[in-house]
């Protein structure tokens, strides 16, 4: 394991380049830094089990087992990208989890905004640029009897990834903050504008202090008042996207005319 920064052919993440830009007081103050590891999520469930504070972060430069939500792969290549997985302790209850995510969106939302980039937010974790996806959230919970004890927040940002670094799968599909703003961005400043919107958020969620984040959240949804198809156990469905309940839930209006909530499914836009 390594707290400094290693030297190599990018330009790597490090503590002394974040600090300056840092202003929070728990998220990202204490930071496990790899240049390889399996997933940062995993690992950080590690330390979690091993009763590592709230708000730490693990880092690094590549996952070569980067997991994505359904089980699926994350491409999180060398150097280009920042993979992180943050340790989160509220004390919730089990429907507020996807607050979590909801939070972590309008995070992302305005550190792209404070790079001059405007992306969307699309529910339930993903963030869009130009309709293509430059960053998963992966928050997965440890709950025993009904009781949330940690959760682990992954967060999958393509800083820095080239086109050609996308499989042709994800070449249609995929962005990178490089791709939008046609330069190299420093991804510790990135990183640390995240965690500061991503605390600012945390409290007012935990406090119940401000409704800021929810705002924001319906401003830039990329499905809010849209016909959608929903796929859910195999099956697909045409809905209206109505609104979102404070939960980060869907309320939608199905060809019926029948109204319901959905806590989580898969979405794809009506071309
Ligand atoms: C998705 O869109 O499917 C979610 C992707 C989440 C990827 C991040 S990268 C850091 C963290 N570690 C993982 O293994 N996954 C998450």
């Given amino acids: 394991m390594k707290t400094t920064s290693l030297n190599n052919d990018f330009k790597e993440i490090s503590l002394n380049k974040i600090l300056p830009h840092l202003k929070t007081t728990t998220i990202g103050r204490h930071f496990k830094y790899f240049t390889t590891l399996d997933s940062t999520n995993t690992y950080c469930k590690l330390?979690?089990?091993?009763?590592?504070?709230?708000?730490?972060?693990?880092?690094?430069?590549?996952?070569?087992?980067?997991?994505g939500t359904k089980g699926r792969i994350w491409s999180s290549p060398k150097g280009?990208?920042?993979?992180?997985?943050?340790?989160?302790?509220?004390?919730?209850?089990?429907?507020?989890?996807?607050?979590?995510?909801?939070?972590t969106s309008c995070a992302l939302y305005e550190t792209f905004k404070k790079l001059g980039i405007n992306s969307q937010i699309k529910w339930p974790n993903d963030m869009l640029i130009n309709n293509k996806k430059v960053c998963g959230i992966l928050t997965e919970a440890n709950i025993k009897e009904n009781v949330v004890n940690y959760i682990i927040l992954g967060v999958g940002i393509n800083v820095n990834v080239s086109y050609d670094d996308f499989n042709d799968d994800l070449k249609p599909k995929a962005t990178s903050l490089k791709i939008e703003a046609n330069k190299e961005i420093d991804r510790c400043y990135v990183l640390a504008i995240f965690l500061n919107y991503l605390e600012k958020f945390y409290n007012q969620m935990i406090n119940n202090s401000s409704l800021e984040y929810f705002k924001i959240y319906k401003e830039n949804s990329y499905i809010l008042n849209k016909t959608v198809n929903i796929v859910k156990n195999n099956t697909v469905e045409v809905v209206q996207v109505l609104d979102f309940d404070l939960n980060g839930f869907i309320l939608v209006k199905d060809l019926n005319g029948i109204i319901k909530k959905i806590s989580s499914a898969e979405i794809s836009l009506r071309i």
């Fill in 47 to 67: 330390l979690a089990e091993k009763n590592c504070p709230e708000g730490t972060i693990v880092i690094s430069e590549e996952q070569t087992k980067g997991r």
């Fill in 80 to 103: 280009s990208g920042l993979w992180i997985s943050i340790l989160l302790k509220p004390k919730i209850t089990t429907t507020d989890i996807s607050k979590i995510t909801l939070i």
